[in-house]
């Protein structure tokens, strides 16, 4: 009988295929792990430029709130005030008079009174130390006799 010596069966035939294929999985994998792990690190910082931002927001807001109660509006002389409402986290206020708007006398025929409007323009820019900034402007009007 006359034994074949060239064949070889299919499982020879695949020894080496199955490491090849567990090397391709394995870079896959390492590939997908790297991707993910970029993809959360970007997301964490735009997380923290957004806290940030609305941290910036805030003391801006506190700003005004803090310049509304406490400052006597003038017309003769602008005011600038600081504030800070968090840590690491400061709130300036500029307060400016924009100039006076029409007489108006009262509907009651009784009364003399005339007054006019005098109108004032505040603005908080308030920076965080993370370096987000934020610049809110207000109108305030006063009434004031004449």
């Known amino acids: 009988m006359i034994k074949p010596t060239h064949l070889q069966t299919g499982a020879q035939k695949q020894k080496g295929v199955a490491l090849a294929m ?13 991707s993910a792990m970029k993809s959360s690190t970007l997301e964490l ?4 430029g957004i ?6 927001f805030q003391a801006a807001e506190s700003g005004l709130a803090e310049a509304f109660r406490t400052v006597v509006l003038d017309p003769n002389q602008p005011v600038t005030t600081t504030y800070s409402p968090f840590a690491g986290v400061v709130a ?6 924009e100039g006076n708007s029409g007489v108006q006398s009262s509907t009651k025929p009784s009364s003399k009174v ?6 004032f323009v505040q603005t908080s820019t308030a920076q965080t130390s993370g370096g987000a900034k934020v610049v809110i ?3 305030v009007r006063q009434l004031v006799n004449n």
């Open 22 to 34: 567990a090397l391709v999985v394995l870079v896959v994998l390492t590939i997908l792990g790297i």
């Open 45 to 48: 910082k735009m997380a923290a």
């Open 51 to 56: 806290q940030d931002n609305t941290v910036a």
């Open 92 to 97: 300036t206020t500029e307060t400016s008079f």
């Open 114 to 119: 005339s007054y006019r409007h005098a109108n």
């Open 137 to 139: 402007h207000q109108g």
